[in-house]
């Protein structure tokens, strides 16, 4: 299992990168994005609950931690990420949230004394270049003060997940860790969403059927799965090599875009997939002694 952490952590960062797909198809039937994103923590929390309702023991002492990975971390993250980009644009919204391995990077090693080896900060700097090169970021593109603060909120509540998850983990399995985040993000949801405005969105579609595959499609695949492969690489991998790892969610994005979506591809998009997939690359081999 351990030797397996890594192929986890970038298995995960794979499936994030098909939020997308979902989000456009939500998008399409009325949901807005803070919608979307209320509806992939619910179902993913509903999903959990099923497939986990026995591992779902926990020490009373302990709550706290569950309620602020899935406040803090979670739920924070989908609600500032959301205003980042009504502020700004979703690449600068994307550039700002993956500053996020550099706080987990800094933050690892100031509470649990990891390295800060020059392998491991060419590979951030190397893949931090690459996002911002797929983002599609220019001269012409702003940002206000308040999309500014909103997107680095949002990347230090997505850091926020492997510096809490690392500390659960001494004490629990990672599908009970990542099962109580969404638990308590959900709960969050509930309270700032339009639930009726989304239940009247889900009855008048034109299927009810393919509206609740595409609503647990979400939560499985850009939630369940790649949070319980994160968090169980998470286990074995440290926290700030597994921020930087998991950068191959916004290759994927670019890549399916490409493929699916007809975005464009040119040269400074090809540089930067492939300076985020030899940092990768590299990260993914341990160092020879």
Known sequence: ??????????????????????????????????????IRLISCAFIFIIINFKKLKIRL???????????????????????????????LASIL????????????????????????????????????????????????TVGLIYGLLSAFSYALYSII???????????????????????????ICDIPHMAEISVNTTSLWYTLIIMLGTGVVSAAIPYTLYTLGLKYVPAGKASILACVEPLTATIIGICFYGDRFGMVSAVGIVLIMTAVGVLSFPVSK
């Not at 397996?4 to 994030?16: D, E, H, P, Q, R």
């Not at 990891?114 to 599609?136: N, P, Y």
């Open 1 to 38: 299992m351990k030797k397996l952490s890594s192929l986890f952590i970038i298995t995960a960062g794979i499936f994030w990168g098909c939020i997308g797909i979902f989000a456009n198809e939500l998008t399409a039937m009325g949901f807005n994005s803070l919608e979307s994103s209320a």
């Open 61 to 91: 002492k302990d709550m706290w931690q569950f309620v602020l990975i899935g406040i803090a971390s979670i739920l924070t993250m989908s609600i500032t990420y959301f205003e980042s980009i009504k502020h700004s644009s979703l690449s």
């Open 97 to 144: 949230l993956y500053t996020a391995p550099m706080m987990v990077t800094l933050m690892s090693a100031l509470f649990y004394k990891e390295k800060m080896t020059k392998r491991k900060i060419i590979c951030l700097m190397a893949a931090f270049a690459g996002i911002v090169m797929i983002s599609g970021l220019d001269s012409r593109v702003n940002i206000s």
């Open 165 to 191: 998850g690392k500390l659960i983990l001494k004490k629990y399995e990672p599908i009970t860790v990542s099962s109580y985040a969404f638990i308590f993000a959900a709960i969050g949801a509930l309270f």
